[in-house]
């Protein structure tokens, strides 16, 4: 584990040290039908940056991560990956690439353990399909066993250790939510995108996410766009801050200067969803 949590630093050090733009997006347009759910947006996210994405519910958020992971179809604009143009590639090349994904509604295989859950964000990267896997198992299984043990490590890192050979099912929400982020850091993915992480979840996971975030920035190095209600979480974690209403951006800047500006306040009036946990905690 150690040795990989260097190669995953010496690989944040090496990115930092090229000084591109981890993720681009230039005036980046996203339409269903006639709603126009992205108007030329242009933001970045530079290596070793934490970006807080933030706005009301239908401002863009989930979509803004979906352009630049290549799920959803461009009506105009270009988004870029350390520099190399992925605006119309295919998502799983974008992956591969080494763009991470969280999604908001965690998703996990029931079925499955959480060890298995975690490995499948390993396919991305070791290069052969969970079909592969079972046709080929013998001479998978040195890969396989290596990519078992450092599962387990990064459970263990972040306090989830004791559910390895839990059933997803059999995990509370908040407990699922942490698997997914773990699915998506084992690969060490050079970008991660993080779509609210800490929604539904009470005052105490909250803080556990928060803690989770700060030692994948601090251990791996790896740059962040993570989509944000709750501005405790913002402001512990991110550098930087960009603020959607209505598929535009209303404000960027530096996270204490945005949530301390009057603009800040003037264009989030009235959002309680940007202060209110959607969820009811016990000493609520
Ligand atoms: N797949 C889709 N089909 C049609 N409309 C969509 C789709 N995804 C998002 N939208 C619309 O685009 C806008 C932005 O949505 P979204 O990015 O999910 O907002 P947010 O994540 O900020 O809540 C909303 O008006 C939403 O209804
Ligand atoms: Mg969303």
Redesign the pocket.
Known sequence: MEKERKRGLRRGEELAAADTHASEVRAVSVA??G?R?LTDVSTSVSAREIVAVI?P???????LLNAICGLVRKSGGKVSHYGVDVTNTHPTRIARAGLGRSFQDPRLIDSMTVIENVLCGTHATVGYSLLDQIARRRKVGKKEHAARTEARDLLQLFGLGQFAEVRAQQLAYGQRKMVDIVRATIARPSVLLLDEPSSGLDVAERARVEGMLAMIHREFHIPMLV?EHHMDLVRAVSGRVLA?VS?SVAIEGPTDDVLDSDEFRATMAGDTSLYEPKVATPDA
Do not use: C, S
């Not at 519910?57 to 979509?63: D, I, Y």
């Open positions: 269903f039908g709603v759910a706005g519910n239908g401002a863009g958020k989930t979509t989509v959607l598929g």
